[in-house]
């Protein structure tokens, strides 16, 4: 059954790396996986394992391109400070805090190492980049207060201003990020 956004099948995680391992009718829409690895940064989703993707493959003649789509974002804008997250630190190092600017970049994409090792080799820190700009340039002040704004009632009252704020910032701190991340991953 067509699926979403007109997609001809949607698949699990291992279902597309066995595609795309299969031969060379699997493409990977690289671009499009960089654009959402960047707005994972930027929301300060740290929790970006395999399980929390499924993968639209859309049909043209004899070519199956595949194109993530994010799922489970349960970890966005956490708050992570005082005493009892300090200790579990130690537990958990990959959990972000969700700030004004980013802190460690590697602990944020620690979870997403084994799909950006696999997905992401082709690109280079020019596509990265645009990845980041393209962010930069869709999610204007405007844009981003208004979807803050879709939270629910009680949570934007105690929080949505903040979180407001804190995207604006981060978006201004994106191209640096970004750069801290394909380094780091261009180490592997």
Not at 40 to 54: A, T, Y
Not at 116 to 126: F, G, M, N, T, V
Not at 130 to 135: I, K, P, Q, S
């Amino acid at each position: 059954n067509p699926g979403f956004h007109g997609a001809d099948e949607i698949y699990k995680t291992y279902e597309m790396l066995n595609g795309i391992r299969k031969g060379s009718q699997y493409k990977l829409d690289k671009i499009a996986y960089a654009k959402v690895r960047v707005m994972d940064m930027w929301l300060g989703d740290w929790d970006r394992h395999e399980d929390n993707w499924i993968w639209a493959r859309f049909d043209t003649s004899d070519i199956h391109t595949l194109k993530p789509i994010p799922k489970d974002r349960d970890h966005v804008f956490s708050k992570w400070s005082g005493l009892l997250p300090k200790i579990a630190d130690f537990a958990v190092p990959n959990a972000e805090n969700f700030g004004f600017k980013f802190k460690d970049i590697r602990d944020l994409n620690f979870k997403a190492r084994f799909l950006d090792r696999q997905l992401a080799s082709e690109l280079d820190k020019k596509d990265w980049l645009e990845a980041a700009n393209y962010l930069i340039g869709i999610m204007t002040d405007s844009i981003i207060d208004q979807s803050v704004m879709q939270m629910p009632k009680d949570v934007y009252s105690f929080s949505g201003s903040i979180i407001s704020e804190k995207l604006k910032s981060r978006r201004a701190d994106l191209v640096r990020a970004v750069k801290v991340f394909y380094a780091d991953l261009s180490k592997k």
